[in-house]
């Protein structure tokens, strides 16, 4: 039913940027709020940033904050997470997460349903 679709990863340089895409299906868009999440090889997974159903209101990490953006279209039911300045920390398996909380977070147990992921990979 749910059906969370993450693409757009691949290689870039160092200072590169990439930008990945959630697509989304069997739920109300509007409802829930949005979290792209990562794990790096031999890592804990971390929340990168997420997006709220209501207002917009938008979290990110410390790590990605100033080079990162979080946007959803509603008429495509997707989520965006805009990459920029790339280090090779960045690279990971970036996941993209939903949830019907009231308040949007980065705590990964917050989350009801994950799409598969994407491969995203920084080179120095």
């Known amino acids: 039913e749910v059906q969370l679709q993450a693409s757009g990863g691949g290689l870039v340089q160092t200072g590169g940027s990439l930008r990945l895409s959630c697509a989304t299906s069997?739920?109300?868009?509007?409802?829930?709020?949005i979290g792209w999440f990562r794990q790096a090889p031999g890592k804990e997974r971390e929340g990168v940033s997420c997006?709220?159903?209501?207002?917009?209101?938008?979290l990110y990490s410390d790590a990605v904050r100033g080079r990162f953006t979080i946007s959803r279209d509603k008429a495509k039911n997707t989520v965006s997470l805009q990459m920029n300045s790339l280090e090779p920390e960045d690279t990971a398996v970036y996941y993209c997460?939903?949830?019907?909380?009231?308040?949007?977070?980065?705590?990964?147990?917050?989350?009801?349903?994950w799409g598969q992921g994407t491969l995203v990979t920084v080179s120095s």
């Open positions: 997460a939903i949830t019907r909380g009231l308040l949007i977070s980065l705590q990964d147990h917050y989350y009801d349903y």
């Open positions: 997006i709220a159903s209501s207002d917009g209101s938008t």
């Open positions: 069997g739920f109300a868009f509007d409802d829930y709020a």
